[in-house]
């Protein structure tokens, strides 16, 4: 039995993952990289402002030192517009409630995206006081630290981490640790490669946990 549920952020709670990274090739194409939507998502879905701009630099775009804080204010002022929940997540954590069983979120992303995205619908009060940020904590997905840590907040022995992306299925498995990835628009079979259960509609968890 899991003691302890380890959320990632985007794509699993809040559908942010396409204008996050549109407001990330937005940002890019003003200096001279022009990727399309697709590309973007490829390259640097699911990592942190940091990586993303290492990763940019080593494609030959020349960035400034303050980049990062720059892309990070576009992309918060996007999301005010509006990120929908995924569909199906207040069930999950409904169950989750109903039996006792504590969860976090765990991200690649600033403490103040998270707060854009969750804070329009009512996540941000459940996540407030369980949230851990790769922003903060200084090193990110696909390292496992971010994960090992939120366990370790917990005492937990036996946590799960429901992911959707390439490096938070990574950072899961050499943390040791379940990993459920959601994928909803056909990404399943490289998830799975890296040893996550893929999964394709949020009603699905709570029979893979047990609850």
């Given amino acids: ?93 409904g169950h989750l409630d109903k039996c006792g069983l504590p969860y976090c979120v765990a991200s690649n992303g600033p403490p103040s995206k998270m707060k854009v995205t969750m804070g329009q619908n009512d996540l941000w009060d459940r996540f407030k006081d369980a949230l851990f940020s790769a922003e903060v904590l200084g090193i990110g997905k696909p390292d496992p630290t971010l994960f090992l840590t939120a366990a370790k907040h917990f005492g937990a022995s036996s946590p799960v981490v429901i992911e959707d992306s390439l490096a938070g299925v990574t950072a899961a498995i050499r943390a040791n640790m379940r990993c459920l990835a959601y994928a909803p628009h056909g990404n399943g079979a490289v998830l799975a490669d890296l040893g996550a259960e893929v999964f394709t509609d949020m009603a699905e968890v709570p029979r893979l946990l047990g609850i």
Avoid at 8 to 21: A, Q, R
Avoid at 38 to 62: D, N, P, Q, Y
Wanted: some cysteine; charged content about 25%.
């Fill in 1 to 93: 039995m899991h003691d302890l549920v380890i959320f990632d952020c985007d794509g699993v709670l809040v559908d942010s993952e396409i204008p996050s990274n549109q407001a990330l090739a937005d940002s890019l194409s003003r200096y001279g990289l022009n990727l399309t939507l697709a590309e973007c998502l490829s390259i640097f879905a699911g990592h942190t402002t940091g990586e993303c701009m290492e990763k940019a630099r080593e494609l030959g775009v020349t960035l400034p030192d303050n980049w990062g804080k720059e892309l990070d204010a576009e992309t918060n002022k996007l999301l005010r517009s509006g990120v929908p929940v995924i569909h199906g997540i207040f069930e999950v954590l």
